[in-house]
């Protein structure tokens, strides 16, 4: 009788200091979606210390007294936030930068802004100058006022071959040794992922791959312009490629891709062809890519069996195409006439650009449901409103909206090795969430709906 009294007051007790918690911020009444299984609940969530510290059912009564700041969600959705795993520092901030504190700062508050806004709240860089790794290093510095940022130092190429120029965001190893010195350097700085370009050759990206997992440093790769082949990389342990179209360019025999980049504008474009140059010539020719493979390219099957065999997931990256061919909800100037202007193509130059982008699109959706784990990337300007699109684009190429929503929080926590920490409303894991005003689960266009962006239990722009 004594024992069963004493378990009484203990439970008691654990209940009346539960009650009396008081928590930082309250979430009241929410639809929250479990990206994880595609269904959304209603639920109180409870945040403590920049944590999601407990979940309950919302028909348990919450009193105003247990938090400090209490948002009535009234039946709103509410998502973890999203996961951008493809940034340049440059998209937002041009290619001459300062690094000294006031402009780090200045920066870093420009950054914020092109992402928190729309929800996006933890950003992994795709590459960046070396010049700039005191701000890249500053910038992981946590804090509720900007997104989470991956540094990844310079994308690794070998020395080149042709005379393009090696970009800024780019570092040259000459061989294998300086690879590895190379992932140890960025591992030393508190980088935790890493990037090899395509114009790294097999002895240095083999071991630049190999170092980085031995550090658990989490690799991407952009392998393209059949420099190394795309089985190769994955065979030799890649888990995570960039780009979409690069499966393509795996695909495709050496014959067509030499026509896809030279005389298809003669066949197809040829108002494209200026004073011997080719104007939009990588946007255009990326999407002749796959209007010269078509659908159900025995050789792009096999390859997306390759990825699903490897567990390795995809980068689609596929607003930056869209928008240059009227599919998007907004659109951002051409950079440069000879990559991206396509505005002087003709109608039917037009559809037969689009034609090829619904063609990539549906392999991308053979890829998700071939169980290819698929990621959010923007790799352009205005990469907020970018990564709303991306989810609207893959939506439009028939992918459910839940699955987009996994693809944009829980995979791109996956691929950058956060997974524990972000990409679901879980207790225990940090309370970066998305409240939207109106769902985007009945509507997808509910994307661009005002929205209450919550950093770290703090809400950004309420």
């Not at 109180?44 to 919302?58: C, P």
């Not at 980068?315 to 009227?326: K, N, V």
């Not at 409103?385 to 609207?392: R, V």
């Not at 939506?395 to 995979?411: K, S």
């Amino acid at each position: 009788m004594i024992k069963k009294l004493l378990i009484l007051t203990l439970v008691a007790a654990a209940l009346t200091s539960c009650t009396n918690q008081v928590y930082d911020l309250v979430i009241a009444e929410a639809n929250v979606l479990d990206v994880q299984t595609g269904q959304a609940a209603l639920q109180h969530v409870y945040v403590k210390d920049g944590k999601i510290a407990a979940l309950s059912a919302a028909d348990k009564r919450v009193s105003e007294k247990s938090a400090l700041r209490m948002v009535e969600a009234k039946g709103q959705l509410l998502t973890p936030g999203l996961v951008d795993v493809h940034f340049h520092t440059s998209e937002i901030l041009g290619e001459e930068l300062s690094t000294d504190a006031d402009s780090i700062l200045r920066y870093r508050q420009k950054f914020a802004a092109a992402y928190l806004p729309y929800g996006v709240t933890t950003v992994r860089s795709g590459g960046d100058s070396e010049a700039y790794i005191p701000m890249l290093q500053a910038w992981q510095e946590p804090s509720p006022a900007y997104p989470d940022f991956i540094a990844v130092g310079a994308a690794l190429v070998s020395t080149p071959r042709d005379p393009r120029p090696v970009y800024s965001g780019h570092v040259v190893v000459n061989n294998p040794e300086e690879a590895i010195a190379k992932i140890d350097q960025y591992h030393q700085l508190g980088f935790t992922n890493t990037k090899l370009y395509w114009r790294l050759r097999e002895p240095e990206f083999k071991a630049a791959l190999n170092r980085a997992k031995e550090l658990g440093v989490q690799p991407f790769g952009h392998i393209d312009y059949k420099v190394l082949p795309l089985e190769e990389a994955v065979k030799a342990g890649l888990k995570n490629i960039e780009h979409a179209y690069t499966v393509g360019i795996a695909a495709i025999d050496s014959a067509k891709y030499e026509y896809i980049n030279a005389w298809a504008f003669v066949d197809h474009y040829p108002k494209a062809i200026k004073n011997n140059a080719v104007d939009g010539s990588f946007f255009i020719s990326r999407m002749e890519l796959f209007n010269q493979l078509g659908p159900n390219h025995p050789r792009m099957l096999e390859l997306i069996e390759l990825l699903k065999a490897h567990e390795v997931s995809v980068t689609p990256t596929i607003h930056l195409f869209a928008q240059r061919f009227g599919l998007t909800y907004f659109t951002t100037p051409a950079k440069l006439a000879a990559y991206d202007y396509t505005e002087y193509l003709v109608e039917e130059e037009r559809i037969r650009c689009r034609q090829g982008y619904f063609i990539m699109g549906q392999y991308i959706k053979q890829m998700h449901e071939a169980g290819v784990q698929l990621n959010l990337g923007t790799d352009w300007d205005d990469p907020g409103k970018a990564a709303l699109s991306e989810m609207l684009e893959l939506h439009e190429i028939g992918i459910p909206m839940p699955d987009v929503f996994r693809i944009a929080t829980l995979n791109g926590a996956k691929a950058v090795g956060m997974a524990d920490t972000i990409g679901t409303v879980e207790v225990g894991k940090r309370a970066n969430l998305v409240l939207f005003s109106q769902s985007p689960l009945e509507k997808p266009e509910n994307l661009l709906a005002p929205k209450v962006v919550i950093k770290d239990g703090v809400a950004v722009n309420r």
